[in-house]
């Protein structure tokens, strides 16, 4: 039996605009009545937030090192259900962690999950050229199949004419959809990526998307189908809820606003299946931690651009008085920068952070750390910032293959890595357990 699951949009580079190409297809697939579930491959933020504007439900992430292999299947069967998959890659397809087409690659998790490869190339000034460039992309694809292509960037109707000949003179995949060159069509970005949508303007743009998409529907779907068995699969559990409660009957207080936006979204549900009751708070509203928190988490974000706030927030009057009494705290990236006594933005202006730990961060002009992370104990995750902290007497909170490992002082772990916490759920627990003490 032929049926389409879903499909992975893929690139040959990054920058080519996968994450318009992306969004446009999700958003016209559901104006055409294909219900979609998003995913992201890699350790990435800013694009599931995107996505869940597109497609009006959570993207999860999908990543064969972070995540972990064996967990990337159930995972896009699970939260799919029963709804088009449609994964956007990570870098090009055959980049990860090392090699080519290796451990975190979009061409990795191809394999793992049997899915078809869009490949979206960026096509400006270009005609026949694409035919060797897909031809070269195409003879590496070893365990799973490139489905088409869609060129991205597009003078008109005769240069996609002219890319479609090129394509079938070799016989190689159909292209299958295109953009224009269109500036407005361009997502603004900053620093760490594209800026993170907005409510009814980021609407407006999925619409206008979706509308310059030049695709046929029936299309797509043919090129995407795949053989599964006839004998329908089992329902596969979901490999967050591993059926035990380390957390049960705990609190975890997590800052979320503008400042702490990087969350992904399986820690919240891992927390939940854990027994843990997450509790939202605003470092930049000046919330204090809820009267019952027995452990707080302070995710990634942007801090820099939120100095002003945060330096007068009252959020830190309570977070100090829990950390004085041995509360457990977990910083990642941004948290850290705000846990500090001064964080240095980008124009040079130096502010007083929270003061908890005796430490100062600056930003950089340039990327300051970007690559998989792995500590001794297990958990997994991954470091990415445009800022660094200056050299402190503090210990080390992590023991890393590479990377910062990062501060700890009392029962607060800090540093530049954002975890994925079902990848050591054991470990992972005792970092925010009261009654764990590591």
């Not at 009545?33 to 597109?54: L, Q, T």
């Not at 619409?207 to 043919?222: G, I």
Request: glycine share 10%.
């Amino acid at each position: 039996m032929d049926t389409a699951r879903g499909f992975i949009v893929a690139s040959a580079h990054s920058r080519s605009g996968k994450t318009t190409v992306t969004l446009a297809l999700m958003a016209a697939l559901r104006r055409v009545g294909v219900e979609v579930a998003p995913f992201k491959a890699g350790p990435d933020y800013i694009d599931p937030a995107w996505h869940r504007i597109a497609c009006e439900r959570d993207a999860i992430n999908l990543d064969t090192f972070m995540v972990g292999r064996p967990a990337c299947r159930p995972l896009f069967e699970h939260r799919r259900a029963g709804a088009l998959g449609i994964i956007e890659g990570v870098m090009g397809l055959y980049d990860g962690k090392s090699g080519i087409g290796g451990p975190g690659s979009t061409a990795d998790l191809a394999k793992v999950l049997d899915l078809p490869v869009v490949l979206v190339v960026e096509a400006r000034g270009m005609a026949g050229s694409i035919a060797p460039l897909v031809d070269g992309f195409v003879r590496y694809a070893e365990g799973f199949r490139i489905a088409g292509v869609i060129a991205n960037r597009v003078g008109g109707a005769m240069h996609v004419q002219m890319l479609k000949e090129a394509l079938a003179s070799r016989h190689l995949p159909p292209l299958l959809a295109a953009l224009p060159r269109d500036e407005s069509l361009t997502l603004e970005e900053r620093h760490l990526g594209l800026i993170l949508p907005g409510d009814r303007k980021s609407e407006m743009e999925m619409a206008h998307l979706a509308e310059a998409l030049v695709w046929q529907p029936d299309d797509l779907l043919t090129a995407i189908r795949t053989k599964v068995p006839d004998t329908p699969m089992a329902p596969l559990p979901d490999p967050l809820a591993d059926g035990q409660k380390r957390l049960d009957g705990q609190t975890i207080a997590v800052a979320r606003d503008a400042a702490f936006c990087f969350i992904y979204r399986a820690n919240l549900d891992w927390l939940a299946h854990q027994g843990a009751e997450v509790r939202f708070f605003s470092p930049i509203a000046g919330d204090p931690l809820p009267a019952e928190t027995t452990a707080a988490w302070l995710p990634g974000g942007y801090p820099e651009l939120h100095c002003k706030a945060l330096f007068r927030s009252k959020s830190w009057e309570t977070l100090a008085t829990f950390v004085q009494q041995d509360g457990p705290l977990l910083a990642e990236c941004g948290g850290m920068m705000a846990l500090g006594r001064s964080l240095t933005d980008k124009a040079g202006q130096t502010w007083p952070m929270a003061g908890i730990l005796d430490l100062e961060t600056r930003m950089t002009p340039r990327l300051a750390g970007l690559g998989y992370r792995q500590e001794q104990s297990g958990p997994r995750g991954h470091e990415f910032h445009h800022s660094k902290r200056e050299p402190c007497s503090l210990p080390a909170a992590f023991q890393l293959d590479r990377g910062d490992p990062g501060v700890r002082h009392k029962r607060v772990r800090a540093s530049y890595v954002h975890w994925y916490f079902p990848s050591a759920p054991e470990q992972c627990a005792s970092w925010l357990s009261r009654s764990m003490a590591t």
